[in-house]
């Protein structure tokens, strides 16, 4: 069995421009959610995909959206990034929206 | 809106000591706490996951305690060891709640 993955592990982009990131979920696990962890900070929750639909958001501007594909697989797009979206992304996949979340290792976005 | 806090944000002890990391949170409706180990530009690692109707969970030389009432979670570390230097973050879901809400963490180092 797989864990969850996440792809680039590194990723450097200019503000302005978009970035896509990716998650593959744990097999069997039908639910993802993003968080973005900024440097000495806790993680704070982006949004969460449940069946491919959005099921609840943070804090975020509409700037960052994402996908959930009939795999369970889930991008996250940050479009017009600004200096600030600099942060490791985290994506976490679960049996469901309420049960136990396990997390990938993350992708380090750097904004110049 | 639930607020988590760790302290102490750092702390640095001689390899065998036995210390205490502290969480609280100010809302106590929650479903479960749960306590995360993080490596340098890592992903998270699960530690413990305390259910709202438990008080305590353990696991080898790891013990969380959760009074849920007061808004707090410990985590006990028994003889620490150098390994054990990581980034220990706690994190709290509310019932029916499908996001984890994180404290900022406590940055332990354990010097040989």
């Known amino acids: 069995e797989t864990g969850v993955t996440q792809s680039p592990t590194h990723l450097i982009k200019t503000r302005g421009q978009q970035v896509t990131l990716r998650c593959s979920s744990q097999?069997?696990?039908?639910?993802v959610s993003w968080y973005q962890q900024a440097l000495g900070q806790g993680p704070q929750f982006i949004f969460q995909?449940?069946?491919?639909?959005?099921?609840g958001r943070g804090n975020f501007p509409p700037r960052f959206s994402g996908l959930q594909f009939p795999n369970y697989s889930s991008e996250l797009n940050v479009n017009a990034l600004e200096l600030d979206d600099s942060a490791l992304y985290l994506c976490?996949?679960?049996?469901?929206?309420?049960?136990?979340?396990?997390f990938g290792p993350g992708t380090r976005l750097l904004v110049l | 809106k639930q607020e988590v806090t760790q302290i102490p944000a750092a702390l640095s002890v001689p390899e065998g000591e036995n210390l205490v990391l502290n969480c609280s949170f100010t809302?106590?409706?929650?479903?479960?706490l749960q306590w995360f180990r993080q490596d340098p530009g890592k992903g998270l690692t699960s530690l413990l996951l305390?259910?709202?109707?438990?008080r305590e969970q353990t696991s080898g030389r790891l013990n969380a305690s959760l009074d849920k009432s007061s808004g707090r979670s410990t985590l006990y570390i028994a003889a620490s060891q150098p390994g054990d230097s990581a980034t220990y973050l706690c994190?709290?879901?509310?019932?029916?709640?499908?996001?984890?809400?994180f404290g900022a963490g406590t940055i332990l180092r354990v010097k040989s």
């Open positions: 976490a996949s679960s049996f469901g929206p309420l049960e136990t979340q396990y």
């Open positions: 097999s069997g696990h039908n639910t």
């Open positions: 995909y449940y069946r491919e639909e959005e099921n």
């Open positions: 809302d106590s409706a929650i479903y479960n």
């Open positions: 305390i259910q709202s109707s438990q």
């Open positions: 994190a709290v879901r509310r019932e029916y709640g499908n996001k984890l809400v």
